[in-house]
Structure formats: structure tokens, C-alpha cells
């Protein structure tokens, strides 16, 4: 076997692994993998089978519908790009010629946990360009955007198995050292709404309460936003609070 074979066999083993290893619904790994091998129906493939004349992408009609136009270049597609918030701007000048390529991108400026959301969002843009093919009507992005972190948090809520807390009976707490502050943050969504608050609470080396915030993060803002931003505001906060041992 050559040694490029070789290589690129040991790259699409990396790839599957961790296609397999994200923690999504098999329905969607199933969409990933007949993306990967391109034979989704899109009207490129059917025309290639004969099935129909043309291959123009029903939803602009300026376009051969492949794969990568449908879910990536077309204007419904961009549209949910760019609201998505991920941890990648939409790049004009990304020119995919498959799915891998589109993921191995993806992948090098996503977190693993945005790489799930990426993968929902390929997932049910597919599903909203089946829904248009079948007179279901075309999509709002921003619904369509909403709907697709709902199935993500509750996909991964039903997921989460509860586990038993362990306490260790030999740790001791001591309190902060005298002028230091202890800041605490965290971030929750609204289930119903979408809306992601962000708070947090300061005390001083006595534990004495001494602040707090509580704000709205941009709506389907993706969960590792949201945690940066916590902290950033958390920060920001103690900042421009400038607390002193006499407040």
C-alpha cells in the first residue's frame, strides 16, 4: 500500500472516530454519515440517477443543488449560519467540495461541544429543505435556529444520568485571605423562551455579601458564549464595583 493510502486511511479513521464519538442522536450520525459518502437525494444525485431532468436547487432556482449548496451556500442555509453564534463566522470564501471537507474545517475552530451544535444544525437544515421539497412551507432562520438549541438541550438533558455525590470527610475550608474577594457565576436558559441569564454574587474574606448581578444573554447564544460571557461579566463587574474592606 502506498504511503499517501496509508495516510489518508489513517486520517478517515480520526474522522469516523470522532463523528461516533459525539454525543447526538443516532438519526443525526446517520444524516453525517450519508453526507459523508454523498448519497443524500439532493437533485445533483438524482440527476446522476436519472430520477429527474434537472438538477436546479428548487429553493433559489440560481444553483445545482449539491450538497454543499443546500446546506451551506444557499439563502436559507446562510441565513442560520450566521444567527448560529458559533465559534466561527460564516466565511464567504469557504469553498467546500464535500461534506468532509465542510467538516473537517468545522472541526479545527469548533469546540466539541459547538461541533455537536454544528452537527444539529446540518441535521435539521436538511430537514427544513425536505419540509420546503414537500410543500411544508419555507422556514424563519431565526424559528428554525430556536428549535434546533431546544433539540440539542433536550437531547442532552435526557441523557444526563444523575450521579451520587461524594463528600470527603477529611477536607477542610478555610476562609479567604484578608482584602481577597471570592466571585461566583453561572449561566442558565429559559427552556420556554430561549433566553440565557447570566449572574453572579461577590462576598468578602468574611463570606459577607457584597454584590451581585443578574443580566440576559443574546438568545440562542450557544452554551460556551454564554460561559465565556459569565465570566467576562463577572469580571467586569467586581471591576467597575471597585468593593474596598469598609464597604
Known sequence: ????????????????????????????????WGAS?????????????KVIPKGICFCCGKSNESLI?????????????????????????????SFIDFFEKAKIVLPFIELEQFAYIWWMLWKARNDNLHGQ??????????????????SHKSQEQPRACRVNQNEIWSCLLEGFYKLNVDGATDSATRLRSIGAVVRNDFGV???????????????????LQVIYRGVLFVTSASFSLSS
Open 1 to 32: 500500500m502506498k504511503i499517501q493510502e496509508k495516510a489518508n486511511g489513517a486520517q478517515m479513521a480520526l474522522y469516523w472516530e470522532l463523528i461516533w464519538s459525539l454525543h447526538i442522536p443516532n438519526k443525526i450520525k446517520h444524516l453525517l
Open 37 to 49: 459518502h454523498d448519497i443524500l437525494p439532493t437533485c445533483v444525485n438524482l440527476v446522476s440517477k
Open 69 to 97: 449548496h443546500a446546506l451551506w451556500e444557499c439563502k436559507l442555509s446562510k441565513k442560520v449560519w450566521r444567527l448560529s453564534m458559533l465559534g466561527f463566522v460564516v466565511v464567504e470564501q469557504w469553498h467546500m467540495l
Open 137 to 154: 412551507g419555507v422556514h424563519n432562520p431565526t424559528h428554525l435556529l430556536e428549535r434546533i438549541f431546544e433539540l440539542y438541550e433536550e
Open 209 to 227: 455579601f457584597m454584590g451581585a448581578l443578574a443580566m440576559q444573554n443574546p438568545r440562542g447564544a450557544s452554551i460556551l458564549a454564554t460561559k
